[in-house]
């Protein structure tokens, strides 16, 4: 396959298109933006594999899927250029850098945590954390929120969940349907534009063929280590219901890593007690540090709660596998949504009623990342946070004399790096972290 046109390069080798994508998931730090502003740079910019136009119509296919894009975008590209083969390169080689470097943190997490040092250096980045989440918050604010519809929708969503605890798949649910309602109705309160793509040159029979085939592959690969866990370990075994937990947070991971982590957090701190608060927040921070997608805080989780629940398995063991199974269910999803997707990329491209849901789930997404960033803050700056239902509300409530002078400057001084001094997320977090082992070592911790 050759994509070569006017300002385009033929399509690389395998091999140089293998040490490319191996070059992005090593360097893949701050984000999916940062991230798929690289891979632009790589592929379009510099070595002209892809067009403009194909890669935009490949980010925006990916932004419509549920789970990481910027990995999907990366399995689209390679799938592209090489086919199935070019892709799973691609997406794999995003991942696997930093999943192993997550399993490293998690380790030390693991055995390091009650060490005064230690803990300090997450005091450190946690007050990071808190900053990194209302930074996203503006971030994807400035992009969705267009409208006085599309700030009512963020509005909305963030009220339904702090005050009547709605479900984060309902939010975007209802979120999607308002989009899809008024996509053909009044598109102008939601900012849509003209949509379209250009027309496949493949036949409707030959696309749904490839797409079923695909379909079926992934879903057995998807699946397959979840079905061997429950016939080795039993049903009820953690390895069993971190794969069905995270497979279905795989399907609702619309809006990029930060939208469900409210959703993540709520399930596994109050509703399965895998982790706390402390170490939820602690999860992020490992995860903004690594390459590859945010959402590799999915592993932490995946790695304490196979720890403390191993069953006939030793600890340490059933984390390392309580953590691969977790990468496993979070990513295999996303192969499918490529290699099933990818053939009706520009049928989906030309329909505004997708459009029209993308747009107001992306509005909704930022009242959901906002209740995050208060989540976080109120147990970052308070030792004691409360929840209590009065009525049909859902309330939070703090104690004024447990907040936190210490996390109060860490937090600013976190705040300073990113929005005054405007300095990256990883250069951030280990700031704080030295910040916090230095009030640690002179005593100056509250």
């Given at each position: 396959?050759?994509?070569?046109?006017?300002?385009?390069?033929?399509?690389?080798?395998?091999?140089?298109?293998?040490?490319?994508?191996?070059?992005?998931?090593?360097?893949?730090?701050?984000?999916?933006?940062?991230?798929?502003?690289?891979?632009?740079?790589?592929?379009?910019?510099?070595?002209?594999?892809?067009?403009?136009?194909?890669?935009?119509?490949?980010?925006?296919?990916?932004?419509?899927?549920?789970?990481?894009?910027?990995?999907?975008?990366?399995?689209?590209?390679?799938?592209?250029?090489?086919?199935?083969?070019?892709?799973?390169?691609?997406?794999?080689?995003?991942?696997?850098?930093?999943?192993?470097?997550?399993?490293?943190?998690?380790?030390?997490?693991?055995?390091?945590?009650?060490?005064?040092?230690?803990?300090?250096?997450?005091?450190?980045?946690?007050?990071?954390?808190?900053?990194?989440?209302?930074?996203?918050?503006?971030?994807?604010?400035?992009?969705?929120?267009?409208?006085?519809?599309?700030?009512?929708?963020?509005?909305?969503?963030?009220?339904?969940?702090?005050?009547?605890?709605?479900?984060?798949?309902?939010?975007?649910?209802?979120?999607?349907?308002?989009?899809?309602?008024?996509?053909?109705?009044?598109?102008?309160?939601?900012?849509?534009?003209?949509?379209?793509?250009?027309?496949?040159?493949?036949?409707?029979?030959?696309?749904?063929?490839?797409?079923?085939?695909?379909?079926?592959?992934?879903?057995?690969?998807?699946?397959?280590?979840?079905?061997?866990?429950?016939?080795?370990?039993?049903?009820?075994?953690?390895?069993?219901?971190?794969?069905?937990?995270?497979?279905?947070?795989a399907v609702i991971t619309?809006?990029?890593?930060?939208?469900?982590?409210?959703?993540?957090?709520?399930?596994?701190?109050?509703?399965?007690?895998?982790?706390?608060?402390?170490?939820?927040?602690?999860?992020?921070?490992?995860?903004?540090?690594?390459?590859?997608?945010?959402?590799?805080?999915?592993?932490?989780?995946?790695?304490?709660?196979?720890?403390?629940?191993?069953?006939?398995?030793?600890?340490?063991?059933?984390a390392t596998l309580g953590?691969?199974?977790?990468?496993?269910?979070?990513?295999?999803?996303?192969?499918?949504?490529?290699?099933?997707?990818?053939?009706?990329?520009?049928?989906?491209?030309?329909?505004?009623?997708?459009?029209?849901?993308?747009?107001?789930?992306?509005?909704?997404?930022?009242?959901?990342?906002?209740?995050?960033?208060?989540?976080?803050?109120?147990?970052?700056?308070?030792?004691?946070?409360?929840?209590?239902?009065?009525?049909?509300?859902?309330?939070?409530?703090?104690?004024?004399?447990?907040?936190?002078?210490?996390?109060?400057?860490?937090?600013?001084?976190?705040?300073?790096?990113?929005?005054?001094?405007?300095?990256?997320?990883?250069?951030?977090?280990?700031?704080?972290?030295?910040a916090g082992a230095a009030?640690?070592?002179?005593?100056?911790?509250?």
């Amino acid at each position: 396959m050759t994509l070569a046109a006017p300002g385009t390069a033929a399509t690389p080798s395998f091999a140089d298109a293998t040490k490319l994508w191996a070059k992005v998931g090593a360097l893949s730090f701050g984000g999916a933006a940062g991230q798929i502003a690289m891979m632009h740079r790589f592929v379009v910019d510099e070595r002209r594999w892809v067009e403009e136009r194909r890669f935009l119509d490949a980010l925006n296919y990916c932004t419509l899927l549920p789970g990481p894009e910027a990995q999907q975008l990366a399995t689209y590209l390679g799938w592209l250029m090489h086919g199935v083969r070019g892709g799973l390169v691609a997406g794999l080689l995003f991942v696997i850098p930093g999943a192993v470097f997550m399993l490293g943190l998690c380790l030390l997490y693991a055995l390091g945590t009650g060490v005064p040092l230690i803990d300090g250096i997450f005091f450190g980045i946690k007050a990071a954390v808190l900053a990194i989440v209302a930074e996203a918050v503006i971030r994807i604010g400035r992009r969705a929120m267009k409208t006085w519809l599309l700030v009512a929708l963020s509005i909305a969503a963030f009220l339904a969940i702090l005050l009547l605890n709605a479900p984060f798949p309902l939010v975007i649910l209802a979120a999607g349907a308002v989009g899809i309602v008024l996509a053909t109705r009044q598109p102008d309160l939601l900012s849509l534009k003209g949509v379209g793509g250009e027309p496949t040159t493949r036949s409707l029979a030959e696309r749904a063929r490839e797409a079923a085939t695909s379909a079926l592959v992934w879903l057995a690969v998807w699946w397959a280590p979840v079905a061997l866990a429950a016939l080795l370990l039993g049903g009820g075994h953690i390895l069993v219901e971190l794969g069905l937990f995270f497979s279905k947070l795989a399907v609702i991971t619309f809006g990029g890593a930060y939208a469900v982590l409210a959703y993540l957090a709520d399930e596994a701190v109050n509703a399965k007690h895998w982790v706390s608060a402390a170490e939820m927040i602690d999860g992020l921070g490992l995860a903004e540090t690594t390459p590859g997608p945010t959402i590799l805080v999915n592993q932490f989780v995946g790695f304490l709660a196979a720890m403390r629940a191993p069953g006939p398995l030793a600890p340490l063991a059933a984390a390392t596998l309580g953590a691969i199974m977790t990468v496993w269910v979070t990513f295999a999803p996303s192969f499918l949504w490529i290699f099933a997707g990818a053939p009706f990329l520009d049928d989906l491209r030309r329909s505004p009623r997708i459009a029209g849901a993308l747009a107001a789930i992306t509005a909704a997404v930022v009242g959901v990342v906002a209740h995050l960033a208060l989540w976080f803050a109120l147990n970052v700056l308070f030792r004691t946070v409360r929840q209590a239902d009065v009525g049909p509300l859902h309330l939070i409530f703090v104690e004024p004399a447990t907040i936190r002078p210490d996390a109060l400057v860490l937090s600013a001084l976190a705040v300073a790096l990113i929005f005054v001094l405007h300095r990256g997320v990883v250069f951030t977090v280990a700031v704080l972290a030295a910040a916090g082992a230095a009030l640690t070592l002179l005593g100056l911790r509250a």
